[in-house]
């Protein structure tokens, strides 16, 4: 299996790269926090192809494969970009309009054995909510949906409405949909992760290139070097796993599809929160403070860690699978 990008890969991956870091640059994301969800900024991704990447282009789409979905979604992750974008990304062949941008659509997965809280993410911007079950998936019209706003959300980018319960919602999938959906899920949640477990060592190594202490730059003191090199084993191992992975979903005669997504899940979860603490770590008290990204990246990697299969579900499938 070969893991090096094609030309064409390489040309997506730089492209995706060069719009996030111009209309998702640090200042633009800290203005985002009043509007995490702006629709003008939705359409522009689906512009991009990040809702329609998967689908044929019979069908409007641009048809490639999870291999180029797992380089888009860490594009995102790496500028910590909002909005309900995996959720589109997921339904782009079953909600209408949602490949263009013109659906929002937002998501629960209600799969696992404890369903509560019902807390659902940019609510009040939706258009449609789509719940996995386990018997199948419900499209729910989100303008009936009620709920109280959590005043104070952990990632200030992911605004949430915590639901008493659920409107009646319009079955549009069976079981297996509803399966397959969650593996993707849980394969582009990890390569989020990645994204952050990226950026957040390129902050930390250039943070450390600057800031001096005793008259040199803390990049020298040797502690500093052990941290940039684990936080870079991390990021690489994560890259390894996540395009792994992707290559395996799209050829699984290759391997054990649910066992490479399990394996991908748990390295780069782990990635993106260690390589988050540290990064806050070699800031220094800098770190903790609003006005610097890093705070951003351990956040949204918290949202992250209970996204679809969270890492002890991961690691059990991977314990079930291992000699397979």
């Given at each position: 299996?070969?893991?090096?990008?094609?030309?064409?890969?390489?040309?997506?991956?730089?492209?995706?790269?060069?719009?996030?870091?111009?209309?998702?640059?640090?200042?633009?994301?800290?203005?985002?926090?009043?509007?995490?969800?702006?629709?003008?900024?939705?359409?522009?991704?689906?512009?991009?192809?990040?809702?329609?990447?998967?689908?044929?282009?019979?069908?409007?789409?641009?048809?490639?494969?999870?291999?180029?979905?797992?380089?888009?979604?860490?594009?995102?992750?790496?500028?910590?970009?909002?909005?309900?974008?995996?959720?589109?990304?997921?339904?782009?062949?079953?909600?209408?309009?949602?490949?263009?941008?013109?659906?929002?659509?937002?998501?629960?997965?209600?799969?696992?054995?404890?369903?509560?809280?019902?807390?659902?993410?940019?609510a009040g911007a939706l258009d449609a909510l789509v719940v996995l079950?386990?018997?199948?998936?419900?499209?729910?019209?989100?303008?009936?949906?009620?709920?109280?706003p959590v005043a104070t959300p952990l990632d200030p980018l992911t605004?949430?409405?915590?639901?008493?319960?659920?409107?009646?919602?319009?079955?549009?999938?069976?079981?297996?949909?509803?399966?397959?959906?969650?593996?993707?899920?849980?394969?582009?949640?990890?390569?989020?992760?990645?994204?952050?477990?990226?950026?957040?060592?390129?902050?930390?190594?250039?943070?450390?290139?600057?800031?001096?202490?005793?008259?040199?730059?803390?990049?020298?003191?040797?502690?500093?070097?052990?941290?940039?090199?684990?936080?870079?084993?991390?990021?690489?191992?994560?890259?390894?796993?996540?395009?792994?992975?992707?290559?395996?979903?799209?050829?699984?005669?290759?391997?054990?599809?649910?066992?490479?997504?399990?394996?991908?899940?748990?390295?780069?979860?782990?990635?993106?929160?260690?390589?988050?603490?540290?990064?806050?770590?070699?800031?220094?008290?800098?770190?903790?403070?609003?006005?610097?990204?890093?705070?951003?990246?351990?956040?949204?990697?918290?949202?992250?860690?209970?996204?679809?299969?969270?890492?002890?579900?991961?690691?059990?499938?991977?314990?079930?699978?291992?000699?397979?």
């Amino acid at each position: 299996m070969d893991f090096q990008l094609s030309e064409d890969q390489q040309a997506l991956q730089s492209g995706l790269r060069t719009f996030c870091d111009d209309r998702y640059a640090f200042e633009n994301v800290v203005a985002l926090e009043k509007t995490p969800l702006d629709r003008d900024r939705h359409r522009e991704l689906a512009e991009m192809g990040v809702f329609s990447l998967r689908l044929p282009e019979a069908e409007g789409g641009v048809g490639l494969g999870m291999a180029e979905a797992v380089l888009v979604f860490a594009e995102l992750g790496r500028r910590v970009v909002p909005g309900p974008l995996l959720w589109s990304h997921l339904c782009a062949g079953l909600v209408p309009g949602a490949a263009a941008g013109e659906t929002i659509v937002g998501g629960l997965d209600r799969t696992r054995p404890s369903n509560e809280p019902l807390l659902v993410e940019y609510a009040g911007a939706l258009d449609a909510l789509v719940v996995l079950k386990r018997d199948g998936v419900e499209r729910i019209d989100a303008r009936k949906l009620a709920g109280t706003p959590v005043a104070t959300p952990l990632d200030p980018l992911t605004p949430l409405v915590h639901a008493a319960e659920l409107p009646r919602g319009e079955r549009i999938a069976g079981a297996e949909q509803a399966a397959q959906l969650r593996l993707e899920g849980t394969l582009l949640t990890a390569a989020l992760c990645l994204g952050i477990a990226e950026m957040t060592t390129e902050l930390a190594v250039d943070y450390a290139k600057k800031r001096e202490q005793f008259d040199r730059p803390i990049a020298s003191f040797q502690a500093i070097k052990h941290f940039a090199a684990d936080m870079h084993v991390r990021q690489e191992m994560a890259r390894a796993s996540v395009y792994a992975a992707g290559a395996t979903f799209d050829d699984p005669s290759v391997g054990d599809v649910a066992r490479a997504v399990a394996s991908a899940r748990v390295v780069a979860g782990e990635a993106a929160m260690k390589n988050a603490r540290m990064c806050i770590q070699i800031y220094g008290g800098m770190g903790y403070t609003w006005e610097m990204p890093p705070h951003y990246y351990l956040k949204r990697a918290f949202v992250l860690e209970n996204a679809f299969a969270a890492a002890d579900e991961a690691c059990e499938t991977l314990a079930e699978r291992i000699d397979r």
